[in-house]
C-alpha cells in the first residue's frame, strides 16, 4: 500500500462520512492562514475522538495540544450543554487563533483555553479540585507525553479513557537503534504503560493523510483489575 492509497482511503471515507462542517473547515483554513503548522488531527481521527466522547459519555474532556483547536472542536461537539473542556496551549498566538475558532464553532461557552506550559498548567488544574476529567488527549510535543500522562491519571477518574497521539512515529517506536528524543519519550510511555497497574492499554497503528502513525487508548481502572 501506498501513501497515495492511503489518502486516498482518507478521501473516500470522509466524503462519505464526515459531512462538510463550517465551523470545521473554517477552523482549517483560519489556521492555515495564520501560518499554523498543519499538524492537527485528519477529519476522520477527529470524528473517532468525537464518537469516543460520546460514547463514553463524557461531560469534562482535557486536551494537552490545542494547536488551532480543530481536534478541540472535534471534542467539544460530544459533549452536553452543561459539559466542560479545558484544553492546554503553551504557544500564545496558537491559543489565540484557537479561541477564534472556538468561539466561531458557538463552543465558547464549553471549551476553555488555557495558555501556558503544560507541566504549569496541569499541576494548576490539580490544585482546582474540579470534577475529573472523563476523557484526556495527549498531543502537544512528544518528549512531554510520560510526564502528560501522569498528570492525566491524576486528573482522571475509574472509567476515564486517555488517549495519545503520535506515538508509533513511521514504526520508529520499535526501532531500537532509532535515539530521536520524540521517538524515546514514547518508547518510555510505553514502558510506564507497561507497568501501571491503574490502566488497561493498547496502541494502534494508523495510515492515513497523516502518513503512518498511530494511538493509544489506555481505560482508567481500579488497582489491579487488568
Ligand atoms: N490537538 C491539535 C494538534 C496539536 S499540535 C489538533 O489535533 O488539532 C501540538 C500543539 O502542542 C502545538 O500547538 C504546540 O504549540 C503545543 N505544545 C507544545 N509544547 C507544549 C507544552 N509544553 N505545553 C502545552 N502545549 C504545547
Ligand atoms: C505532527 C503531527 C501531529 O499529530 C502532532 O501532534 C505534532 C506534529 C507532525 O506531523 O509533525
Ligand atoms: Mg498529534
Not at 475529573?132 to 502537544?140: K, V
Request: negative net charge.
Amino acid at each position: 500500500m501506498t501513501e497515495a492509497q492511503w489518502t486516498a482511503v482518507d478521501g473516500y471515507v470522509t466524503e462519505l462520512l464526515i459531512p462538510k462542517e463550517p465551523a470545521l473547515d473554517e477552523a482549517l483554513r483560519a489556521s492555515a492562514e495564520a501560518g499554523l503548522p498543519p499538524n492537527q488531527v485528519s477529519p476522520a481521527q477527529g470524528k473517532l475522538l468525537h464518537l469516543l466522547a460520546r460514547a463514553q459519555g463524557a461531560r469534562a474532556i482535557l486536551e494537552i495540544g490545542t494547536l488551532g483547536g480543530y481536534s478541540t472542536i472535534w471534542l467539544a461537539r460530544a459533549l452536553p450543554a452543561d459539559g466542560r473542556l479545558v484544553t492546554i496551549e503553551t504557544d500564545p498566538k496558537h491559543a489565540e487563533v484557537a479561541s477564534t475558532n472556538i468561539a466561531r464553532a458557538g463552543l465558547a461557552h464549553l471549551a476553555e483555553v488555557r495558555t501556558g506550559n503544560a507541566l504549569d498548567i496541569l499541576p494548576q488544574l490539580a490544585a482546582e479540585r474540579r470534577e475529573p476529567f472523563d476523557l484526556i488527549f495527549i498531543d502537544a510535543d512528544k518528549t512531554g507525553t510520560p510526564d502528560y500522562f501522569k498528570w492525566a491519571l491524576d486528573l482522571a477518574r475509574v472509567g476515564s479513557v486517555i488517549i495519545v497521539d503520535n506515538v508509533v512515529r513511521k514504526g520508529a517506536l520499535a526501532d531500537f537503534r532509532d535515539s530521536d528524543p520524540n521517538v524515546v519519550a514514547m518508547r518510555q510511555f510505553h514502558e510506564l504503560l507497561s507497568v501501571e497497574r491503574r490502566v488497561s492499554a493498547t496502541t494502534i497503528q494508523t495510515v492515513g493523510t497523516k502518513g503512518y502513525d498511530g494511538f493509544t487508548l489506555a481505560l482508567v481502572l481500579d488497582q489491579n483489575s487488568r
